[in-house]
T-cell receptor
Framework: DAGITQSPRHKVTETGTPVTLRCHQT?????MYWYRQDPGHGLRLIHY???????DKGEVSDGYSVSRSKTEDFLLTLESATSSQTSVYFC?????????????FGPGTRLTVL | AQSVTQPDIHITVSEGASLELRCNYS??????LFWYVQSPGQGLQLLLK??????LVQGIKGFEAEFKRSQSSFNLRKPSVHWSDAAEYFC????????????FGKGTKLTVNP
């Protein structure tokens, strides 16, 4: 299995509080991604990174920010959590190269915003 | 831009029966295609992938998929389903040429009856 960990695995927070989720990889892969998974919507890309300090928005980026100061870590921050951000969040990684863009997924973080 | 449609939200089969999960994609050139499986409470695991060449690809756990360009399809099949195959299945499409993003379908949930 690809070396991907996510922390925390579960979190309950209140509306309006900031939340940071961490994704850590030991594969030295260039690309990292944050998705959210909701019933009926599948996986939707929030943000992704193509290198240290290089990030870009996905299809559902409003209300989220990311940072990548090291190859191995990709942080997702909810500046002011809302109930609509209750979801399961998955981190994924992908190796460099035009051929290989299959992604490997972490175990997920279940976030509940009350 | 790519898109993926999984027409069946939920499929129920009996153990030992054959299985086919449908996936249709939209993309102007030859795509990269993937099938992932997600067991309850788990992350996504890659079942198989298509990049080029033989249009029938074999994956793990006895699954196979066939790329049909004329139908823009990449259906997943298994000749005999086991109870442990109960999970949610996601089809994904990527763009050849170095694009680092995948677009996922909304998933098909498989229930296996004894």
């Amino acid at each position: 299995d690809a070396g991907i960990t996510q922390s925390p695995r579960h979190k309950v927070t209140e509306t309006g509080t900031p939340v940071t989720l961490r994704c850590h990889q030991t594969e030295n892969h260039r690309y990292m991604y944050w998705y959210r998974q909701d019933p009926g919507h599948g996986l939707r890309l929030i943000h992704y990174s193509y290198g240290v300090k290089d990030t870009d928005k996905g299809e559902v980026s409003d209300g989220y920010s990311v940072s990548r100061s090291k190859t191995e870590d990709f942080l997702l921050t909810l500046e002011s959590a809302t109930s609509s951000q209750t979801s399961v969040y998955f981190c994924a990684i992908s190796g460099q190269g035009a051929v290989t863009n299959e992604q490997f997924f972490g175990p997920g973080t279940r976030l509940t915003v009350l | 831009a790519q898109s993926v449609t999984q027409p069946d939200i939920h499929i129920t089969v009996s153990e030992g029966a054959s299985l086919e999960l449908r996936c249709n994609y939209s993309y102007g050139a030859t795509p990269y295609l993937f099938w992932y499986v997600q067991s309850p409470g788990q992350g996504l695991q890659l079942l198989l992938k298509y990049f080029s060449g033989d249009t029938l690809v074999q994956g793990i756990k006895g699954f196979e998929a066939e790329f049909k360009r004329s139908q823009s399809s990449f259906n997943l099949r298994k000749p005999s389903v086991h109870w442990s195959d109960a999970a949610e299945y996601f089809c994904a499409v990527g763009a050849q040429g170095g694009s680092e993003k995948l677009v996922f379908g909304k998933g098909t949930k498989l229930t296996v009856n004894p």
